[in-house]
């Protein structure tokens, strides 16, 4: 079976990346057999990446492989789980399912937390803990503003991967939504020198979210089979790579995925009324 998708833009094939991440485009493999299976020749970055699917689909479960392997190979995370909870099981999930422990990169890794009561004005930056701050992140010049901050607490050298969920959430603001849209979505079509990881779900503002999706350099969808509790991501688009198209089925605990399902249920009914007053 040959991989969908193309060589390099020059007609080369793009070299496979097996030691440290490096600074400049190269290939990221992440080392897991099932997401690496869809990737012949790793995943292009510095990129933007994007997650869809519908709720309960397990999306951050993708996204935490992807992370771990990413710090294991030298690289800095910039973690902004929406849901209130994600941090503990972030690292709870990382312990558990890849023997990874957040402790191990202390000067590697940050947390940037929504507090949709905070004021909404840049400036307004709490701390949260020796790797974490807090912030209304609503407002996207205090997004961009959050990650100024947390970019240089950072140490090493390793490029910089922003990992990001239910950003569905944040669409929904009457005062910033729009503005917060237009932003991802520059943000998604001009990653930069970073790396976005960007989960979505398709059950709301679908139709933004499908511009979201178009624009991503790189675009997975994660579904479940009827009749299957398996969850499956595939590969509908990966730029400057090959890809295989087929969904490989993604060996997830189902008790964390579970949980992280029932953490987003139970943060969505406070945070959906919360953000529309915003």
Not at 18 to 40: K, M, Q
Request: aromatic share 8%; net charge positive.
């Amino acid at each position: 079976m040959k991989p969908y998708g193309s060589k390099g833009g020059n007609g080369r094939s793009v070299g496979v990346h097996e030691a440290e991440l490096r600074a400049n485009t190269t290939n990221f493999v992440t080392g897991i057999g099932w997401f690496d299976s869809l990737l012949p020749s790793g995943l292009p970055i510095p990129s933007s990446i994007v997650i869809s699917g519908p709720s309960g689909t397990g999306k951050p479960f993708v996204g935490l492989s992807f992370a771990g392997s990413w710090l294991r190979r030298g690289g800095r995370i910039i973690f902004i789980p929406i849901h209130s909870a994600y941090p503990q099981l972030f690292e709870r999930g990382l312990r558990g399912l890849y023997g990874l422990s957040l402790q191990e990169f202390p000067d590697s890794h940050f947390f940037i937390l929504l507090d949709a009561g905070l004021d909404s004005r840049e400036g307004c930056v709490e701390a949260a803990g020796s790797n974490s701050i807090r912030c209304n992140i609503l407002n996207p010049k205090v997004w961009q503003e959050a990650l100024a901050l947390t970019s240089a607490s950072l140490e090493g050298q390793g490029p910089v991967l922003i990992f990001a969920n239910a950003l569905n959430l944040l669409l929904m603001s009457p005062t910033y939504g729009e503005q917060f849209f237009q932003m991802l979505l520059d943000t998604i079509r001009n990653p930069g020198s970073g790396t976005y990881l960007l989960a979505v779900s398709s059950s709301i503002l679908l139709k933004k979210i499908i511009i979201l999706e178009q624009a991503a350099d790189h675009l997975f969808f994660m579904d479940r089979v009827s009749g299957d509790p398996r969850l499956q991501l595939r590969a509908a688009r990966v730029r400057d790579a090959g890809f295989f198209g087929a969904a490989v089925p993604v060996p997830a605990k189902r008790e964390f995925v579970e949980e992280l399902k029932n953490e987003a249920m139970a943060s969505r009914r406070v945070l959906i009324p919360t953000v529309s007053r915003v």
